[in-house]
């Protein structure tokens, strides 16, 4: 049976706390914006930041939270705009949909099932449509604050695109982001062993590291990253 892993309140303080990180969800918000389509839904909205930008620039969107008390705040936090649906969502599950994509960025690292999870997500799919993925990336950088979070396991490409491959997908485009994000994410959570949540140094990254680091990697794909972002087709 599908489960929601982790502890979840840690999780809202992590969701909180790096919602100040604006210019790296702006990056991530671009990178899935040629592949939504006109009526995308995006699994595991947490408090609907990426889907509130997302509904800035698509005639509707669907929002999705599995965890009850995180999915009264997204209605909450949604409830004045028309062009967002709410509903709720734990994955793997039997649904079909009709979606133009499936959008779901650092969800799957926390569903065991994640292949099932996958597939669910093509269900959803009309045929071509997209599903796009960030995970965290590297086994070797799972910390204690993966574990709090309810981390099962974090990626490279190509278990990445393994799963998408078991799952029916089709992958069109994998690959690394954020490479500096890795080398402080490691040493602030593994080698500190703090919790990324809202403070200094999240701003000063956010402020000054992140745009050098987002225009290098446009210009040259790096082969490391904090990330992984990856889209694959539903077979046609």
């Not at 489960?3 to 303080?13: A, M």
């Not at 949604?78 to 509903?87: F, K, M, N, Q």
């Not at 200094?200 to 794909?221: F, G, H, N, S, W």
Request: proline letters at 6%; hydrophobic letters at 45%.
């Amino acid at each position: 049976m599908a489960k929601i892993t982790g502890d979840q309140r840690v999780q809202s303080e992590v969701l909180e706390g790096l919602a100040m990180a604006v210019n790296h969800r702006r990056w991530f918000v671009e990178l899935a914006v040629p592949y939504l389509g006109d009526n995308p839904i995006e699994i595991g909205s947490g408090l609907g930041d990426y889907a509130l930008e997302w509904s800035e620039r698509l005639p509707r969107i669907t929002a999705t939270e599995a965890d009850p008390d995180r999915l009264v705040r997204l209605k909450e936090r949604l409830a004045d705009h028309p062009t967002v649906e709410v509903r709720q969502m734990l994955l793997p599950h039997t649904e079909r949909g009709d979606y133009s994509a499936a959008v779901s960025y650092n969800v799957l690292e926390h569903i065991e099932d994640h292949v099932g999870a996958l597939r669910s997500m093509r269900d959803l799919i009309r045929p071509g449509g997209a599903v796009i993925i960030i995970v965290p990336a590297f086994q070797f950088a799972m910390s204690p604050a993966d574990i709090a979070t309810g981390h099962v396991r974090r990626y490279t490409k190509k278990s990445l695109a393994a799963a998408m491959a078991e799952a029916g997908l089709t992958v069109e485009k994998i690959h690394y982001a954020n490479a500096l994000g890795l080398i402080g994410y490691f040493m602030a959570t593994k080698v500190f062993r703090l919790m990324p949540k809202e403070g200094p140094m999240v701003k000063i990254y956010d402020t000054l590291v992140l745009p050098a680091t987002k225009a290098a990697e446009q210009r040259l794909r790096p082969p490391f990253g904090q990330s992984v972002f990856a889209v694959a087709r539903v077979p046609g």
